[in-house]
């Protein structure tokens, strides 16, 4: 089975500093990749997803994440933070040419934004 | 469309109480699950469906259950409600095919056993 490691379950910036959310996967063949965002009292929102075109994946509200084969990577970045940033945020994995649909999520990393 | 919807939006049960947590898709999505969040513990699936009459077991399917008579509807019944049972629950739903595959989530149930 598929697992979804996110380093830092906090992570602290301050408003405008760089946003960096890690996330890991275990899968010898790369995955389909999702960071999903979930605000206070939400439910989950898609930020972005990585499926098999561009290894750098554009997201909204600024943020990004490149894929990196060899690193086994998904990392979430977004150059400067906005207070409305502060959320926790979840990196997902699904098995490629799976026909269940299933979904592996991390533990979640909850991103606080100092003023 | 309204998406993924899910009621109640809060519930509080005594222990032993049973009771059905209501899930609805109108987009005509195969797939339908059900999850559940701690804190510190990501989501977990409960269970799964990939179709009308098509269940299965998730991560952590002791003390609930399923059923999916139709694409739109996806309840999960608590049988014999326990403390740990106390969390958020979520229900999403999906296409099942196709690189372009995200799950929807429905706004979540937060539930508390006493």
């Known amino acids: 089975a598929q697992s979804v490691t996110q380093l830092g379950s906090h992570v602290s910036v301050s408003e405008g500093a760089l946003v960096l959310l890690r996330c890991n996967y275990s899968?010898?063949?790369?995955?389909?990749l999702f960071w999903y965002v979930q605000y206070p009292n939400q439910g989950l929102q898609l930020l972005l997803k990585y499926t098999s075109a561009a290894t750098l994946v554009k997201g909204i509200n600024g943020f990004e994440a490149e894929f990196k084969k060899s690193e086994t990577s998904f990392h979430l970045t977004k150059p400067s933070a906005h207070m409305s940033d502060a959320a926790e945020y979840f990196c997902?994995?699904?098995?490629?040419?799976?026909?269940?649909?299933?979904?592996?999520f991390g533990r979640g990393t909850q991103l606080t934004v100092w003023p | 469309n309204a998406g993924v919807t899910q009621t109640p939006k809060f519930q509080v049960l005594k222990t032993g109480q049973s009771m059905t947590l209501q899930c609805a898709q109108d987009m005509n999505h195969e797939y339908m699950s059900w999850y559940r969040q701690d804190p510190g513990m990501g989501l977990r699936l409960i269970h799964y469906?990939?179709?009308?009459?098509?269940?299965d077991q998730g991560e952590v399917p002791n003390g609930y259950n399923v059923s999916r008579s139709t694409t739109e509807d996806f309840p999960l019944r608590l049988l014999s409600a326990a403390p740990s049972q106390t969390s958020v629950y979520f229900c999403?739903?999906?296409?099942?095919?196709?690189?372009?595959?995200?799950?929807?989530f429905g706004p979540g149930t937060r539930l508390t056993v006493t």
């Open positions: 999403a739903s999906s296409i099942l095919a196709g690189d372009s595959y995200e799950q929807y």
């Open positions: 899968s010898s063949v790369p995955p389909y």
């Open positions: 469906s990939v179709g009308a009459g098509i269940t």
């Open positions: 997902a994995v699904r098995d490629r040419g799976s026909t269940l649909g299933r979904l592996y």
